[in-house]
C-alpha cells in the first residue's frame, strides 16, 4: 500500500463488484474505507457489516466527517470508469485537489508487489480465475484474488492472505482496463465483439488484447479459437474442448448430473475428473484453470479434489432450484456466446424438458450492436420472456428498445414484460425449466422467483 498515498480511501460505485473487492482490501489493510453508490444491493449491505460507510446520495456533505476534515493528500478516490465525470461527488474532489484514480489503475499498482496471474476475455474470465483461485487454495499455494463475481466457496469476491506468493485477479477489457496490469502469467478465454461503444470497431478491441499479451512477461493461455491473434507470443500455448494437443478435455459427459471428464495438460492425462460446477462451457475453462494450478505446483489428488467441491460463482450458471418438477438456473450471460452456452448446457443437463428463458438485455448500444446475433441466440428457447433493455451508464438509442429486439427473434412463444411485471408472469404459467439471464438488476428478483417456484412445488 506504500505506493498509494493516504490511509483513507473513498469509493464512487462502490457497490460494484470490482470496486468492493478493493474496498475490502484496503479496509482488511487497516484503511478507513467509505464510499457511494447509486442504490442498496447485498454487496453494499456486506460492505455496511464490515464496518464500510456507504451513502446513497451524491451529496458531498453526506461524505464521512473524518474525510471532510483530512487534508486532501490523506485521501485516495477510487472511482469506476461509468461514473459520469458531471458527477457531483466527482467534482468534489477534484475541487479538494485529492488525488482520483481509476480502479484499474489502484488494481494495478496493489499486483505489482507479486507474481500475478490474470485472466482476460469477454466471457468466462470470472469463472476461470475464481477456480483458478480456488485450486490454488485448495492446493496449499496462498493467493490473493481480486475477482469479478462472488465465490460460492467463499462467499466473497476478493481472497487475502498475508502470506500469499501470488496474485490472482480478472483483467477486465472494459475502457481497456487491463491494460494497467503488468501479469507474469495469463490467460485468455474469448474474444467475441463487445464493448463497442468504447473500441468503436471489433479490430480495436483485438490490438487491446494483444497489447494486453504483450504486458504478459511469461506463459499465455489462449483459446484455441482465438489463437491465431497470438502467433507472435513465443510462450504462447492453446486450450479447447476436443482439441487434439493439450491442454484439453476429452470423454466429457454427463454422470448423475455433474460433468465427468480427462484431463490432458502438462505432460499428464488425469482421468474421470468430476467438475462440480454444471455446464459444458465449464469444463473448458476447467481445462484452462487446472493448467494454471498444475503450473503453480499444486497436486493431482489436490487439483481432483479441487474441482470436484468449486461450487462455482454467484449467477455462473446457478442453479437455484433443481428437481423432478421444476428447475431454476440464474446466469449472468448478457452477450450472444453467453446465451449459447447457458441455454445448450441447460439442454444437455435437462435433455426433453422444455426451457423457458428470461432475458434482460444489458446497454442499449450492446443491443443495438448485437441484435442479429441476440436474435439468434434466443431462438433456442422454448419460450422466451423479454425484459425492457438495463441501461447501466447509457442514455436511451432512438429506436433500441426491446420491443424492437424481440421482433427480431424467430419464434411464435415471446413475450415483453417489465421486471417489475415478471413476477406476476410467472405466477400465472408452468415453467419446466426456468432461465433467467442478464447482467443488469434482473438478480433482484431471483430470490423471489425462486420462493415461488418452490412454493409452487411443495408436497
Request: net charge negative; hydrophobic share 40%; with cysteine.
Amino acid at each position: 500500500m506504500s505506493t498509494l498515498s493516504g490511509h483513507r480511501f473513498y469509493f464512487i460505485g462502490i457497490g460494484g463488484i470490482g470496486m468492493s473487492g478493493l474496498a475490502r482490501y484496503f479496509r482488511r489493510r487497516g484503511a478507513e474505507v467509505a464510499g457511494y453508490d447509486r442504490t442498496p444491493s447485498e454487496l453494499t449491505n456486506q460492505l455496511q457489516a464490515e464496518g464500510i460507510e456507504v451513502q446513497f446520495s451524491e451529496d458531498a456533505r453526506l461524505i464521512p466527517a473524518e474525510f471532510l476534515a483530512a487534508p486532501p493528500a490523506e485521501v485516495m478516490v477510487v472511482r469506476t470508469p461509468a461514473v459520469p465525470t458531471a458527477s457531483p461527488l466527482l467534482k468534489y474532489w477534484e475541487d479538494q485537489g485529492a488525488r482520483i484514480l481509476k480502479r484499474a489503475e489502484v488494481l494495478g499498482i496493489i499486483t505489482r508487489d507479486k507474481p500475478t496471474i490474470a485472466v482476460a476475455g469477454t466471457h468466462g474470465k470470472t469463472t476461470v480465475s475464481t477456480m483458478i483461485a480456488h485450486l490454488l487454495t485448495e492446493g496449499g499455494v496462498q493467493c490473493n484474488a481480486f475477482l469479478g463475481g462472488i465465490a460460492a466457496n467463499y462467499g466473497t469476491n476478493v481472497l487475502l492472505n498475508d502470506n500469499a506468493v501470488v496474485n490472482v485477479v480478472e483483467a477486465d477489457e472494459y475502457d481497456r482496463s487491463f491494460l494497467q496490469l503488468c501479469p507474469t502469467q495469463s490467460v485468455i478465454t474469448a474474444m467475441d465483439p463487445d464493448h463497442l461503444d468504447i473500441y468503436g470497431t471489433a479490430e480495436a478491441m483485438f490490438e487491446a488484447y494483444a497489447q494486453f499479451a504483450i504486458q504478459c512477461d511469461g506463459p499465455l493461455l489462449v483459446h484455441e479459437r482465438i489463437a491465431r491473434h497470438f502467433t507472435d507470443r513465443s510462450q504462447m500455448r492453446t486450450y479447447a474442448l476436443g482439441s487434439s494437443g493439450e491442454p484439453s478435455a476429452a470423454h466429457v459427459r454427463v454422470e448423475q448430473g455433474a460433468y465427468m471428464f480427462d484431463l490432458h495438460a502438462e505432460g499428464r492425462v488425469m482421468k474421470d475428473l468430476r467438475l462440480g460446477m454444471p455446464g459444458r462451457h465449464n469444463v473448458e475453462n476447467a481445462i484452462a484453470a487446472s493448467t494454471v494450478a498444475l503450473r503453480m505446483g499444486v497436486s493431482e489428488d489436490r487439483l481432483r479434489e479441487g474441482l470436484s467441491n468449486f461450487r462455482g460463482v454467484a449467477r455462473r450458471f446457478e442453479v437455484r432450484v433443481n428437481s423432478d418438477k421444476a428447475v431454476f438456473i440464474d446466469d449472468y450471460a448478457h452477450h450472444p456466446k453467453e446465451l449459447d452456452a447457458c441455454i445448450a448446457s441447460a439442454r444437455e443437463l435437462h435433455p426433453g424438458r422444455r426451457i423457458t428463458g428470461v432475458f434482460q438485455p444489458h446497454l442499449f448500444s450492446r443491443t443495438r450492436d448485437l441484435a442479429a446475433d441476440f436474435a439468434r441466440s434466443l431462438a433456442a428457447l422454448d419460450e422466451l420472456i423479454l425484459l425492457e433493455i438495463y441501461p447501466a451508464r447509457e442514455e436511451p438509442i432512438a429506436g433500441i428498445t426491446s420491443s424492437w429486439l424481440l421482433d427480431q427473434v424467430p419464434m411464435t412463444n415471446k413475450v415483453l414484460t417489465t421486471r417489475d411485471g415478471l413476477l406476476e408472469l410467472i405466477e400465472g404459467r408452468h415453467t419446466d425449466v426456468l432461465l433467467t439471464m442478464g447482467a443488469g438488476d434482473i438478480d433482484r428478483v431471483v430470490p423471489a422467483l425462486e420462493r415461488l417456484i418452490n412454493q409452487r412445488h411443495e408436497p
